[in-house]
């Protein structure tokens, strides 16, 4: 079928939850992907920041495909070896000491907020149960995650919301701290905010958030579902911060493209979760396990973090030199292959335009153009993508 008979039939079955542009992909490789009509896209969302190593990268496929031969699923009444050893990995290589798997981000954050609270209660009491969260944060689409989402076009529509939820302006140190109550019992945030416009805090902020976290016995939870896995050219995010959380979560990027999620928290936080507390039936199962292990090995055996900094650097300066030739950039930030570039315009017509000219961007936030390319992209790719933008940009400008 081409493109226009499967866009008939989406329209037909599926539920209209998204946006979707008429676009088709149905095969990828590395920074590439081509539609139903066989046209060819340069990719700079990677899947939104899941296709960290590309599209069917040899080492994934390898992983699923042997996997898949030998057991794809069991269940979690069982040891996982896959598990075992992809928690090993990750405990090596952040704070943490215990892993929890589960399916997507919103459910890592779920399970985030589920041991705040019952750490909390066990160690405080049954009043101590809020968590303050950033305007402008992402934290998942379910209802626990949404009431935490400091967006009003999340949340609208489901009333009533969960409980238990503050918001306070991103980056505020005096904000945050006039926050805490006698109730609070963690404090959630992105270390860099994806979906709210890649906004970037200053590394004081995070000095600071450890500091009221510690001298209010709060836990910190970080949800590094966007910024996690090698995107902003260190493992995890908050290892530019110098602050490490009691609480992290993972997802997108985490197993190449098969859907994961992750919670990981210090053993005594961990300890709050005991057998029947909390749970999930394909969480962390034989073989999306098999492709994270092959993700994170990939990322730290091909020297992707380097390689993320450095294409990372490149990809800022070559924005940077757009924002001075065109007044409607207001400004360019990022860390490593997670970049925003904010126009003084609505951003979505630049989207359809890169369509048409065969590479794949993306807006957040209505202004913001997010570039969250998979960490293996080339200079001749972002040349040709800054080729391409910069004829775009013209257009919009005339
Ligand atoms: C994407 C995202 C989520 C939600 O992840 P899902 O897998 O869609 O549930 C949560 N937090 C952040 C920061 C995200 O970017």
Not at 27 to 38: H, K, S, V, Y
Not at 160 to 169: A, Q
Not at 185 to 208: H, S
Not at 297 to 313: D, S, Y
Request: charged residues 20%; aromatic residues 8%.
């Amino acid at each position: 079928m081409n493109s226009e008979q499967w866009i008939q039939k989406s329209d037909t079955y599926i539920m209209k939850t998204y946006g979707r542009f008429p676009l088709v992909p149905v095969r990828g490789q590395g920074c590439r992907l081509w539609d139903a009509d066989g046209k060819e896209y340069l990719d700079f969302l990677g899947g939104i920041a899941v296709n960290n190593l590309g599209h069917c990268h040899p080492r994934v496929v390898a992983a699923l495909q042997q996997q898949a031969a030998e057991l794809i699923h069991c269940s979690n009444l069982y040891q996982i070896p896959q598990q075992i050893e992809l928690a090993e990995l990750l405990c090596e290589h952040s704070f943490a000491d215990k892993a929890f798997f589960c399916n997507s981000g919103a459910e890592a954050n779920e399970a985030a907020i589920k041991l705040a609270r019952k750490y909390s209660r066990d160690n405080y009491g049954v009043q101590r149960y809020e968590i303050i969260t950033a305007t402008e944060s992402f934290h998942g689409r379910t209802m626990a995650t949404v009431s935490a989402t400091g967006q009003e076009k999340v949340q609208r529509f489901f009333d009533p919301l969960l409980h238990g939820f503050s918001h306070v302006p991103f980056n505020d140190v005096e904000a945050l701290e006039a926050a805490v109550t006698p109730a609070t019992c963690a404090i959630m945030l992105e270390p860099i905010q994806g979906e709210g416009g890649v906004n970037i805090p200053t590394a004081e902020y995070f000095r600071e958030v450890r500091r009221i976290c510690d001298q209010n016995n709060l836990l910190l939870i970080f949800d590094e579902v966007q910024v996690g896995m090698g995107r902003t050219g260190k493992l995890f995010a908050y290892e530019h911060f110098n602050c490490a959380p009691d609480i992290m979560t993972l997802a997108k990027a985490l197993a190449g493209g098969a859907p994961i999620g992750a919670m990981l928290a210090r053993n005594e936080v961990a300890a709050a979760f005991s057998p029947g507390t909390h749970g999930s039936t394909f969480g962390g199962n034989p073989l999306v396990c098999a492709a994270a292990i092959a993700t994170i090995r990939t990322i730290l055996e091909e020297n992707l973090l380097a390689h993320t900094v450095e294409m990372g650097g490149f990809l800022l300066a070559e924005l940077e030199t757009l924002a001075k030739k065109y007044p409607f950039v207001q400004g360019v930030r990022g860390i490593g292959l997670m970049i925003g570039m904010s126009l003084a315009l609505p951003a979505a017509g630049i989207v359809t335009k890169g369509h048409e000219r065969g590479v794949l961007l993306n807006v957040v936030h209505d202004t913001v153009l997010r570039f969250v390319p998979p960490l293996i992209v080339t200079q001749q790719d972002v040349t040709q993508m800054i080729t391409i933008l910069d004829c775009i940009l013209a257009e919009v400008e005339a």
